[in-house]
């Protein structure tokens, strides 16, 4: 059984910071790109950053460009999204997600293509 289970979601005061982390079981993630969804409440899901299957190439949404920064760890088959400078419109649910296609050398913003989600981990940035 496939899956994706994100942690370190929290309640952090305005230009704080957090790490979330998604560990992925059932099947080796290292030949997928991965990404990070947040969805606030009443809202469609965004994306908010994805990763290649290399970890050399990585993509943001502009409003968290210089802030927040992915990675990933395939030994552990971990990503994480670090995410400094918090503001209170990054309230949201985070998601990470699993691309469906091997070696994608660009991470794609769209949640289409990837067929593993996890949970969610609640994220709240008060002012």
């Known amino acids: 059984q496939v899956q994706l289970v994100e942690s370190g979601g929290g309640l952090v005061q305005a230009g704080g910071s957090l790490r979330l982390s998604c560990a992925a079981s059932?099947?080796?993630?290292?030949?997928?790109?991965l990404g990070w969804f947040r969805q606030a409440p009443g809202k469609e899901r965004k994306f908010v950053a994805g990763?290649?299957?290399?970890?050399?190439?990585?993509a943001y949404t502009d409003s968290v460009k210089g802030r927040f920064t992915i990675s990933r760890d395939n030994a552990k088959n971990t990503v994480y999204l670090q995410m400094n400078s918090l503001k209170p419109e990054d309230t949201a649910v985070y998601y990470c997600?699993?691309?469906?296609?091997?070696?994608?050398?660009?991470?794609?913003?769209?949640?289409?293509?990837?067929?593993?989600w996890g949970q969610g981990t609640q994220v709240t940035v008060s002012s």
């Open positions: 997600a699993s691309d469906s296609m091997p070696a994608r050398m660009v991470p794609t913003s769209s949640p289409n293509p990837y067929d593993y």
């Open positions: 059932g099947r080796t993630f290292s030949p997928y790109a």
């Open positions: 990763i290649s299957w290399t970890g050399a190439n990585t």
